[in-house]
């Protein structure tokens, strides 16, 4: 289970928009990421590199976490909404749920939920 110190620094380099640094410091080496119904991404290497090639399409990006977070044990929720703008001046939205388990500080497995019509498709 996350200490509300470390899930609060988890929050805070989010909605700082150092999402591929919020991986590489919270996020387990096995850990496991997955949009709705997708198949899951594994390993955090993996991860950084899908995080920071999207991240790299962007001119700005908005990350904000909609609280409360619910937390249970080692599972948590957080609802972000995020507002970006990518390169070629498309701006997308996202408002979605993460569904996290956590062990100790460090997040092994995240699923996403959200609306895949909200924006189009970013990759």
């Given amino acids: 289970m996350p200490s509300e110190a470390v899930l609060e ?10 999402h591929d640094e919020a ?3 919270f996020y ?26 999207f991240m790299a399409k962007l001119a700005e990006m908005r990350s904000e976490c909609m609280r409360p977070v619910f937390v249970s044990g080692d599972h ?6 995020f ?7 498309t701006r997308l939205f996202r408002d979605e749920l993460a569904y996290q ?14 609306d895949p019509n909200q924006a189009p498709p970013t990759r």
């Fill in 83 to 89: 507002d970006l703008r990518t390169k070629d001046g």
């Fill in 28 to 53: 387990a080496d096995d850990a496991t990421m997955q949009e709705n119904l997708e198949p899951p991404r594994r390993g955090k290497p993996a991860l950084l590199e899908r995080e920071r090639g």
């Fill in 101 to 114: 388990r956590w062990e100790g500080s460090k997040i092994v497995e995240e699923r996403f939920y959200y």
């Fill in 9 to 18: 620094e988890f929050i805070a380099t989010v909605e700082s928009n150092r």
């Fill in 23 to 25: 991986i590489d410091r």
């Fill in 76 to 81: 948590v929720v957080i609802r972000w909404n």
